[in-house]
């Protein structure tokens, strides 16, 4: 995986996106710096991962949105976030 993203990296990318957490984090203790986006949704337990590595984190509720904010207070940061809105396709993100 990280061969790949330095494989697109040197091709133009600017932005990396993975599945899981820990896949975020691989890259970033493999020296990858640029934004990490995390696809799918965060589930409790994750926030530490999210905030002290930087990555950016889905939010598609509230109570997300109140998780990750406090672990980033929790170390004096600011959470990067993605919010996710239900545009009418029935799957996930608050409400417009």
């Given at each position: 995986m990280l061969s790949a993203a330095r494989t697109v990296l040197g091709r133009g990318a600017d932005t990396l996106?993975?599945?899981h957490p820990d896949e975020?984090?691989?890259l970033r203790e493999g020296g990858i710096d640029v934004p990490i986006l995390?696809?799918?949704p965060l589930l409790p337990g994750e926030e530490d991962d999210m905030v002290r590595y930087e990555l950016t984190s889905?939010?598609?509720s509230f109570e997300q949105a109140e998780r990750l904010s406090a672990e980033a207070q929790r170390y004096?940061?600011?959470a990067?976030?993605?919010i996710?809105?239900?545009t009418g396709m029935c799957r996930t993100g608050f409400l417009p």
């Open positions: 996106g993975v599945t975020g984090v691989a995390i696809f799918r889905p939010i598609s004096g940061q600011k990067v976030a993605h996710k809105i239900e």
